[in-house]
């Protein structure tokens, strides 16, 4: 059975990669996409990169036909999709790509975000997309809510060591690199060549990173009790990418143990040998996330780095495997794409 997809926001990021993906899956067929900025236009003018791809014509998503569609994707900017969503028919299934939906609390995300949740009751069945850890719940949602590509990062470094209290919980460091696609497709100034190559800064620094809502919720929930990790984030004049560097206090050997008996079963989540050290540019274009670990030279503390691709594990591929759950489908179908290398 094939199932019928729409895509809206298919003119972003993660939209165009979202195509890349379904493009290899045998049971979906993209069936319409939504982008507003730039209805009328082909996919191959928006992405010339999808131009050996039959695609339908980019419209308004007011304009679209949902009734033949089973599943959509929503790759809105945050503080839209809350509305949008609301106004989609209540047979679709659907996976959000934004913010909107990622805070159990709506006063956290009004916290975090700036402005009060649109969509409270919708709220309330939205499930974590995380879907390692939430794969049961996910399968049989209607709505389901992708996490930040910082959060998923720093959250295979560290969920299987909280659960297992294999770490002091409050000396937990997280270091963070990201590539600039992270921060999405509209002009900044700060994101011009000029303005960000030959060089990498901290951003949101302390206190204002709107990912520390996600790790604050799903690290106190595991721990039953509140967690707050120091988190850094890093801007690098790279096109994609997250290298997640985690301090903590714990025996390192017992740590990438746990690590590897919590993923050894998982397709996409590898734990490397002891010792050996992950890099973004071999989880380029894929579904998998490379976690090392190693001593630190001080007995006690160890270092933990997660790599993986933040448009792909950190967020499209992350809703491809979410929505073959939901569609009852093999979990991997789509996205065993081998990284791109060099």
């Known amino acids: 059975m094939t199932h019928k997809i729409a895509i809206l926001g298919a003119s972003g990021y993660t939209g165009a990669e979202l195509i890349r993906l379904i ?20 996919m191959a003018s928006v992405f010339p990169h999808l131009r050996h791809l039959d695609l339908p014509m980019l419209s308004k998503i007011d304009e679209i036909d ?28 659907i996976v959000d790509l934004s913010a909107d939906f990622r805070l159990r609390d709506p006063a956290e995300y009004e916290k975090w ?11 309330k069945e939205a499930v974590y997309g995380l879907t390692e850890f939430y794969r049961d719940q996910i399968a049989t949602a209607r709505l389901v809510a992708g996490t930040g590509c910082n959060a998923a990062t720093g959250q295979y470094a560290l969920r299987p060591l909280i659960a297992a209290d294999a770490i002091d919980l409050d000396h937990i ?17 700060n994101l011009l060549h000029a303005e960000l190559s030959e060089g990498y800064h901290g951003y949101a620094v302390g206190s204002v990173h709107r990912h520390m809502g996600e790790f604050d919720q ?12 120091q988190f850094t984030p890093h801007l690098i004049p790279a096109n994609r990418g997250i290298l997640a560097t985690t301090y903590v206090h ?3 050997a017992q740590i990438h143990q746990v690590l590897a008996d919590a993923y050894a079963d998982e397709p996409f989540l590898q734990v490397l040998p002891y010792g050996e050290q992950p890099s973004t540019r071999h989880v380029r274009g894929s579904n998998f996330c490379h976690i090392g670990v190693t001593a630190d030279r001080t007995a006690g503390r160890a270092i933990v780095i997660a790599a993986l691709d933040n448009l792909t594990k950190g967020s499209s591929g992350q809703a491809l495997q979410n929505a073959n759950l939901m569609l009852n489908l093999d979990e991997t179908t789509g996205l065993m794409l081998a990284p791109c290398f060099p």
């Open 23 to 42: 493009a290899t899956h045998g049971g979906m067929e993209i069936a319409a996409l939504g982008a507003n900025s730039k209805a009328g236009q082909s």
């Open 66 to 93: 949902f009734s033949g569609i089973d599943l959509c994707f929503c790759a809105l900017p945050h503080k839209t999709s809350q509305e949008v969503i609301s106004a989609l028919p209540s047979h679709l299934r």
């Open 113 to 123: 975000y700036g402005n009060p949740h649109a969509a409270v009751e919708l709220q």
């Open 173 to 189: 460091v997280l270091d963070l690199k990201c590539a600039v696609s992270g921060a999405g497709r509209s002009l900044r100034e």
């Open 218 to 229: 799903e690290f106190s929930a595991l721990a039953g009790r509140p967690v707050a990790v």
């Open 250 to 252: 714990g025996d390192a």
